[in-house]
């Protein structure tokens, strides 16, 4: 069901009719759908990171995702998010007795969310479970309409209220049920809405059971569903592209009712086939799939070049939302290429960061000082701990008393993820020693924000070609905060070294893991050495022409308007 645009002429003069929200009337876009984005486009999201207050989402897939949903509310896009509201979220991050890191789940309440008892049931493991659609109204945080669901319900048994109530459950079981509530629920809501959207976008593969929810409704016509879905992949390596066995699979009714011989012939697989691959299922269920960065769409081109029957995969480069990330103060000294204002701004969202320094770990930063920020997922090959594996190099950075350095880590490891904990408080540890040196807890939008506008060095030193983009840097540098990076991901498509950032050489191809990170540490501290700390405290207008140029660059082109827009252009308008 689609909204119609139309063009009209009256007296010789030419005009478009808007096109119209698909939805119901009472869940409708509040605004008239410009005409190129007419489309009505389903987007499915295990997390959306829209707002402080709502913690339904882990990291960089939600805060892309939120960012998302803002740029279709403002662009009047005929799109709709479907997402699972967790009633524990992902996690609470806080100190034990210690001040080790320590988990917390609590549930929450959102009374922002509209209750319009849309309710009916899906079967996982052939049993009837009881889902809920609870409607999130455009207005409440700036978005396109978006419905989340949810199983924690009286009527269901407790192992099926569970299901939704942590997000990425560290129980693979519950994980096919999650994925299960996503993509058949998510294409059941819109049976109950009595609305059939056109396009179908899996903001990664845990909703390809809408696909298989089509493919029960209308024959196993594969094509028709291939018309109707497009795919989006977040992750570089074949590796780390989820498997499950198809077995188990089939008995959790992933499939909907599909036979497993069906199932294999669908996807082209052996008939003796058993494993089911997430990623390549979507693959060969979309008319288009994208990478989020150039790179990631050649390395995604080339990691599945071996599979016959997939879709064409392009690139459409991840974003952020600057009406949202950007405080306004700097934006409107940015405008004005008023230096001093800017500086004088910054000085004051460094003191709101650092408050929360001292709250947290008793030390007390100084506003004036060089601050360099790694926040994000806490995952190895991201690399947190780099640039600390040269004690002596690590500790003279932060007792320099002539151009002295303050460093902030934060981000969440995922929580069964030991290697990543124990890397976290091992980071934690170190702040006990140092007094310029801190470790924060509860990394959410809010201190996300703190950090990204209180920073002066946005670091971000992942193993190339292993971050598929990253978007932390962006926002940050929304803020006049200067990106020092390996060359990956987003940072490729922006980066011209030395005027707008600072790119960390990449290591020499077929070196050990070890002698990379060698390459890359020592690389960091000859740039700081040689021409951070000189710009930054020995010439201020220099500094700030980096600054300004940086944010100068870093919009339109990384704004998710632009991207939002080349999703219709690149995938849904196809």
């Known amino acids: 069901m689609r909204g119609l645009a139309a063009e009209s002429t009256i007296n010789n003069i030419r005009f478009t009719i808007m096109s119209s929200s698909?939805?119901?009337?009472?869940?409708?876009?509040?605004?008239?759908?410009?005409?190129?984005?007419?489309?009505?486009?389903?987007?499915?999201?295990m997390e959306y990171a829209i707002d402080n207050v709502f913690k339904i989402y882990s990291g960089g897939l939600g805060y892309l995702a939120g960012s998302h949903m803002r740029s279709a509310g403002a662009l009047r896009q005929n799109l709709v998010g479907v997402g699972i509201l967790w009633s524990y979220g992902y996690y609470n991050q806080i100190r034990a007795e210690d001040g080790s890191m320590a988990v917390q789940y609590r549930r929450k309440e959102y009374s922002f969310l509209e209750d319009h008892n849309i309710k009916f049931l899906i079967h996982i493991c052939n049993s009837p479970v009881w889902v809920k659609a609870?409607?999130?109204?455009?207005?409440?945080?700036?978005?396109?309409?978006?419905?989340?669901?949810?199983?924690?319900?009286?009527?269901?048994?407790?192992?099926?209220?569970?299901?939704?109530?942590?997000?990425?459950?560290?129980?693979?079981?519950?994980?096919?049920?999650?994925?299960?509530?996503?993509?058949?629920?998510?294409?059941?809501?819109?049976?109950?809405?009595?609305?059939?959207?056109?396009?179908?976008?899996?903001?990664?593969?845990?909703?390809?059971?809408a696909a298989f929810n089509m493919l029960a409704r209308n024959g196993g016509n594969v094509e028709e569903v291939r018309k109707r879905f497009v795919f989006t992949t977040h992750t570089p390596e074949e590796a780390g592209n989820e498997k499950m066995d198809i077995n188990l699979m089939h008995n959790f009714s992933f499939f909907d009712g599909l036979s497993l011989e069906q199932v294999r012939a669908m996807l082209k697989l052996d008939p003796h086939e058993q494993t089911f691959n997430y990623t390549l299922a979507a693959l060969r269920l979309s008319h288009m799939a994208n990478g989020v960065s150039a790179l990631h769409g050649e390395v995604s081109r080339h990691m599945w070049e071996g599979y016959s029957d997939i879709c064409p995969i392009t690139h459409v480069t991840n974003a952020q939302n600057s009406a949202y990330w950007q405080d306004a103060e700097l934006a409107e000294a940015f405008i004005a290429r008023d230096k001093a204002a800017f500086r004088n701004r910054k000085r004051a969202l460094k003191r709101d960061l650092f408050r929360v320094v001292g709250e947290q770990t008793g030390h007390l930063f100084d506003q004036d000082t060089l601050t360099i920020v790694w926040a994000r997922r806490f995952a190895a090959y991201k690399r947190p701990a780099l640039i600390t594996e040269n004690p002596v190099m690590f500790e003279r950075m932060l007792q320099r008393t002539n151009r002295p350095v303050q460093m902030i880590w934060a981000g969440k490891p995922y929580p069964t993820d030991f290697t990543a904990v124990d890397i976290f408080n091992k980071l934690n540890r170190l702040g006990e020693k140092y007094p310029r040196c801190a470790v924060l807890t509860g990394y959410e939008l809010g201190l996300s924000r703190l950090l990204k506008n209180g920073s002066d060095i946005w670091l971000n030193n992942p193993v190339v070609t292993r971050e598929a983009s990253g978007t932390s840097g962006m926002s940050a540098t929304m803020n006049g905060s200067i990106s020092v990076s390996t060359n990956d991901g987003w940072v490729r498509e922006f980066a011209r070294d030395g005027s707008n950032c600072f790119i960390i050489p990449e290591a020499k191809l077929g070196l050990a893991p070890e002698a990379r990170d060698r390459s890359d540490r020592d690389n960091f501290y000859s740039i700081l050495e040689s021409r951070i700390l000189p710009l930054y405290y020995d010439n201020k207008e220099a500094w700030m022409d980096l600054v300004f140029t940086a944010m100068n660059d870093i919009c339109p082109a990384f704004d998710s308007d632009r991207m939002a827009d080349e999703y219709y252009t690149k995938m849904y308008n196809i």
């Open 134 to 209: 609870l409607y999130l109204r455009p207005d409440t945080f700036g978005t396109a309409p978006m419905f989340f669901l949810t199983t924690d319900l009286p009527e269901n048994d407790d192992i099926s209220r569970s299901i939704t109530q942590r997000l990425y459950d560290s129980n693979p079981m519950t994980r096919i049920s999650q994925y299960i509530v996503l993509g058949q629920g998510g294409a059941r809501l819109f049976e109950e809405l009595g609305v059939e959207p056109e396009i179908y976008h899996m903001n990664e593969a845990h909703a390809i059971g």
């Open 22 to 45: 698909f939805l119901p009337a009472q869940y409708a876009h509040p605004y008239e759908i410009d005409p190129k984005y007419g489309k009505s486009v389903a987007y499915f999201c």
